[in-house]
Structure formats: structure tokens, C-alpha cells
């Protein structure tokens, strides 16, 4: 059974850090695109990071010079360091991937598997 599996959610203050971690297991996903999205209450689910498999790296806006997205592909996981945090950054956090490992995407629509989600709460 393919699964994806967060981990590392939390309550913290502003300006403080997070790092989520996500275990893969069923399969190997050294060849997917791995990626974060989020959503916060009353709001669609956007797109926060990508890693394809070159190791190349894509960020939302609204999260560059802040967070980091890295994967170990012999652990089969995926991590985001997130940094600085804000207010604004609180939401329930997801990770994905995507069998096209070469071109990442920030449609959701565009990712197979995805984990349960780990809420994310900043205070001011």
C-alpha cells in the first residue's frame, strides 16, 4: 500500500521555524516530483513547494528566502524547512508527488499520491 506520511506540524510564534518530514513507503518515489501544498481555513489548497527528481527547486512566492524543500531519495522521504514564520503560513500542510519527475507543477490536480495533512499554527 502506497502511502505518504507527515510529520513535524505544530503551534509556534512568529518568526519561529518548523521542518516537516515526508515518509514515503510502498513504493519507491526517488523518480516523482515531491512537492508541499497548503490550505488554510476557507481557502483552496495552493501550491507552497516542488523538488523534482534533478533536485532543482520551485517556491510559491509567498514562501521564497523562507522555506527550503530538500528530499533523501534513499529514505524515500521529503522535508520543508520552514523559517520566519507568519501568521499568514498557518494551514493544514500536505505532502504530494507526482510520477512526472522532471516537470513539477503547482496544480494539485497533477499529483497522485498524497499524505493526511499536519496542521501548521503560527500565533502572533
Known amino acids: 500500500q502506497v502511502q505518504l506520511v507527515e510529520s513535524g506540524g505544530g503551534l509556534v510564534q512568529a518568526g519561529g521555524s518548523l521542518r516537516l518530514s515526508c515518509a514515503a513507503s510502498?513504493?519507491?518515489?526517488?523518480?516523482?516530483?515531491r512537492a508541499w501544498f497548503r490550505q488554510a481555513p476557507g481557502k483552496e489548497r495552493e501550491f507552497v513547494a516542488a523538488?523534482?527528481?534533478?533536485?532543482?527547486?520551485a517556491y510559491a512566492d509567498s514562501v521564497k528566502g523562507r522555506f527550503t524543500i530538500s528530499r533523501d531519495n534513499a529514505k524515500n522521504t521529503a522535508a520543508l524547512q520552514m523559517n520566519s514564520l507568519k501568521t499568514e503560513d498557518t494551514a493544514v500542510y500536505y505532502c504530494?508527488?507526482?510520477?512526472?519527475?522532471?516537470?513539477?507543477?503547482?496544480?494539485?490536480?497533477?499529483?497522485?499520491?498524497w499524505g493526511q495533512g499536519t496542521q501548521v499554527t503560527v500565533s502572533s
Open positions: 510502498g513504493r519507491s518515489f526517488s523518480t516523482y516530483v
Open positions: 523538488i523534482p527528481w534533478s533536485a532543482d527547486t
Open positions: 504530494a508527488a507526482d510520477p512526472d519527475g522532471s516537470n513539477w507543477s503547482r496544480r494539485a490536480q497533477d499529483y497522485d499520491y
